[in-house]
């Protein structure tokens, strides 16, 4: 497999944070050594053994750039990365990670931000509460979790509270007298011109996105971290690449990048799954069919642009820039 830009990192710490979730500290080999700045919302691939590529957020201030820090939960339906994670990984292991990628950017121009999270969705806000606070952006968080025993990185939470601009409300939906978080209501309280960012598992995402439907689209973030529908696996038509002039077909029961693979042409690809971004690819010619999670309505409605991982095509032949 083709990958992005790599480098190595060493674990130096791993932190129990909630049950199921582990954080770990990544820092580089050689003391003193800095690595490449990240914006708020980023990401990193890991890459792990028998070639899995796992994406995860880095939850630490940006301004950091003497570490990285990851929150792993141990999901149950796991494919084997966060299990790996969990198990095999100690302080001191030497880990193959990409550079990060931001397909979840702060706006730096909003006058107030509002902040979603359930469960091991709060790691990609924590880095955007961090960046917020050093803008001087006030900001509220509403963090929901099954208990508190299940929500992570409360402490670092905790050192915001009383700061200026600062707010965060805790919801735990299993405790006794717990119910689950209104989003109808959080949006009907947002202050004027804020822009509201969500991570969370699907059903939450969903809510969020009718909550959310008649607010100016620039103003709404979501990040997801599965699959909401299937790949495109129709086939029946042919991808031609136009660096070689090589005409690629795609039959039924194949993505995009299957087929692409099994012609022996290897593109940058990792979650398979339309939610990490790697595979995008530059449309020359024809109409993507598109079912990822990354691109907006306004990037997906330009046709430029599909993630082959999941994304098919609705014309016969579809040109890519490779």
């Known amino acids: 497999m083709t990958t992005s830009p790599a480098l190595s990192v060493r674990v130096r710490a791993t932190t129990w944070e909630a049950e199921g979730i582990l954080g770990f500290e990544l820092v580089p080999l050689s003391p003193g050594e800095q690595l490449p ?12 053994r028998d070639g899995m590529v796992r994406s995860y957020s880095l939850l630490n201030d940006p301004c950091e750039t003497h570490r990285y820090r990851i929150g792993v939960n141990r999901d149950a339906k796991s494919r084997g990365g966060s299990q ?18 931001n397909n979840f950017p702060l706006d730096e121009s ?15 806000l924590l880095s955007m509460i961090a960046r917020s606070q050093a803008l001087g952006t006030p900001w509220r968080l509403h963090y929901a979790a ?16 009383g700061q200026p601009g600062a707010e ?22 947002l202050p004027e011109g804020a822009h509201v960012y969500c991570c969370g598992p ?6 969020y996105a009718q909550a959310t439907a008649a607010l100016p689209p620039g103003r709404v973030h979501r990040e997801y971290f599965a699959a ?30 299957d087929s692409l693979i099994e012609a022996g ?8 799954e339309g939610v990490c971004g790697t595979c995008e690819q530059r449309v020359i010619d024809g109409t993507p069919d598109h079912r990822d999670l990354v691109l907006s309505d306004a990037q997906k409605a330009a046709n430029d642009r599909i993630l082959i991982c999941c994304s098919g095509s609705r014309s016969r032949r579809l040109v890519l820039d490779l």
């Open 37 to 48: 700045a990240f914006t708020a919302g980023a990401h990193i691939d890991l890459y792990l």
């Open 84 to 101: 790996y994670l969990h198990e095999a990984l100690r302080t001191g292991s030497v880990l193959t990670i990409s550079v990060p990628r």
């Open 110 to 124: 909003s006058p107030f931000n509002v902040f979603i999270a359930g469960g091991i969705g709060i790691t990609p």
């Open 146 to 161: 099954r208990t508190r025993a299940h929500a992570g990185f409360l402490d670092l939470l905790e050192g915001w509270r």
């Open 168 to 189: 965060v409300q805790l919801n735990f939906d299993q405790e006794p007298g717990g119910r689950m978080l209104d989003l109808a209501a959080v949006i009907a309280e």
């Open 202 to 207: 699907l059903p939450m995402l969903e809510a």
């Open 228 to 257: 909401k529908e299937a790949a495109s696996t129709d086939g029946g038509f042919s991808v031609v690449l136009a660096r070689s002039g090589r005409t690629v077909p795609v039959r039924a029961g194949q993505t995009i990048l």
């Open 265 to 272: 042409i290897e593109p940058t690809y990792s979650c398979r």
